[in-house]
């Protein structure tokens, strides 16, 4: 089934309208502690750069940092979640 433009535009506008301010804002009781999450490895599909602690045949495995919000949040909303799945060095 195929939405029309103006059922397309309803429907994400509906779920926009679901988002929590506090959530976006990471306000209390949606704030966290830093956060360091798996996010590759080091290397390329060649070969490794540095070895992991469990085994020398494995890559070193690569975190992205997430700061720690506290009860206030931010100043600014959380940016779309794809942008934190970018290699660092292509962030803008």
Same mark, same amino acid.
């Given at each position: ?17 679901? *988002? ?5 804002? $990471?306000?209390?009781?949606? /704030?966290?502690?830093? =956060?360091?999450?798996?996010? @590759? ?7 490794? *750069? ?5 085994? $020398?045949?494995?890559?070193? /495995?690569?975190?992205? =940092?997430?700061?720690?919000? @506290? ?22």
């Amino acid at each position: 089934m195929r939405f029309s433009t103006e059922q397309r535009e309803d429907l994400l506008n509906f779920l926009k309208s679901l *988002t929590d301010e506090r959530v976006r804002f $990471e306000r209390a009781p949606f /704030d966290h502690p830093e =956060l360091l999450v798996p996010h @590759g490895h080091a290397g390329n599909n060649v070969a490794i *750069t540095e070895i992991n602690s469990i085994s $020398e045949v494995l890559a070193a /495995d690569e975190f992205l =940092l997430i700061p720690a919000v @506290g009860a206030e949040g931010r100043t600014e909303p959380v940016q779309a979640f794809d942008r934190n799945l970018k290699p660092q060095s292509d962030a803008n």
